[in-house]
């Protein structure tokens, strides 16, 4: 769809799987997402498929099935700001780790070698440096995620975040000196297991945190406009519309609005 909401168009039609996580390449060419089977947790990495497919849904492609390099749990594919490579976290449940792989999903090198869990990594625009999530500690419990940063080629990752609370979705503005992420600012505020999200953003050394939603609803997965003025993101009001919709507001929390159809039961993860 256009950014104002208009526009929409089907991509993917089939009744076997869940898809979702769509992630246009720079080009525009192409989109990778991912299935799951129809009936399946949301989010379960465990049954992921990735695939990808033309701009316009045709040409749909598996690129990395279920197991594939043995690995057990596989998400958050994101092109390179060439689109030449992906990066994406793989491997055992209790180990995964931030792999780059070609623009075909192949031939995967580990970045990350780190205890507890290595996950949503995404690239900086220049393409040297690799945002992620990960557990400072080798006992890692999802409280103790913060926001890490790694060269793309590997070695050492340095914490950015450092907070009592889970930290998730870190993203690179376009000119590279913030970052925006989410962060459960209410764990179960609402019932066990089901908090209030917010968005934060901070400089990309990780000084100046702030969070820029600053509700008690559930706000996730930032994505910048091109030129760092606005997100897009998906939100989920539980005492109020109790449904995900797309939403778009200025990067300091103003103006918020809906764009996604209201009509829809469910619109998630926009990619710009």
Known sequence: MRTDGSGVQRLTLDLSFDSWWARISPDRRRILFYRTPVGAPGQDYSQTSLWVMNADGSDQRLLRPLRTDGWE????????????????????????????????????????KRPGMNLDPSWSPDGQTIAFVGCAGSICFEKDYEVFTVSADGGDAKQLTSNSIRDHDPYFSPDGQRIAWIAETEPNAYKPGVGAWNIFVMNQDGANPRNVTNDREINSVPRWSADGRTFYFHRYEPLGKARWGVYRMGVDGSGLVEISDSSLKNSEYPSL
Request: charged share 20%; proline share 8%; hydrophobic share 30%.
């Open 73 to 112: 749990l596989q998400g958050h594919a994101d092109w390179s700001p060439d689109g030449r490579r992906i990066v994406m976290f793989g491997g055992p449940k209790r180990n995964t780790h931030i792999f780059i792989t070609d623009d075909e999903g192949q031939a995967p090198q580990q970045i990350t």
